[in-house]
């Protein structure tokens, strides 16, 4: 199995800009569908992006879109979530995860079946 591991998360000013990185153990990453998952608190966790086994296909979350980008690099075994125009509702921990399910166009996976042990971002205002 894939065990994802996060980095790269912080303490940013609104209108900046992070990227996080999603490590992985175990197996390669290239057989899975990747998703950046956010959970604030007090809040439902909420997927923010995913991305295809291949790298062509996406999905981003409306409160995102246009902002948050994220991409592959299978040869590294790791996942990215660049992240620009930060603002305040940003705010939580943020989760990879690789997924076995299936995944449609304009859709994040069904399922996802492994996930990291998540990293802080904070924005402030």
């Known amino acids: 199995q894939v065990q994802p591991v996060e980095s790269g998360g912080g303490l940013v000013q609104a209108g900046g800009s992070l990227r996080l990185s999603c490590a992985a153990s175990?197996?390669?990453?290239?057989?899975?569908?990747m998703g950046w998952f956010r959970q604030a608190p007090g809040k439902e966790r909420e997927v923010v992006a995913a991305?295809?086994?291949?790298?062509?296909?996406?999905y981003y979350a409306v409160s995102v879109k246009g902002r948050f980008t994220i991409s592959r690099d299978n040869a590294e075994n790791t996942v990215y979530l660049q992240m620009n125009l930060l603002i305040p509702e940003d705010t939580a921990v943020y989760y990879c995860?690789?997924?076995?399910?299936?995944?449609?166009?304009?859709?994040?996976?069904?399922?996802?079946?492994?996930w990291g042990q998540g990293t802080q971002v904070t924005v402030s205002s």
């Open positions: 175990g197996r390669t990453v290239s057989g899975y569908h």
């Open positions: 991305i295809d086994w291949s790298g062509c296909v996406t």
């Open positions: 995860a690789a997924s076995r399910g299936f995944m449609a166009v304009g859709r994040p996976p069904t399922t996802f079946d492994y």
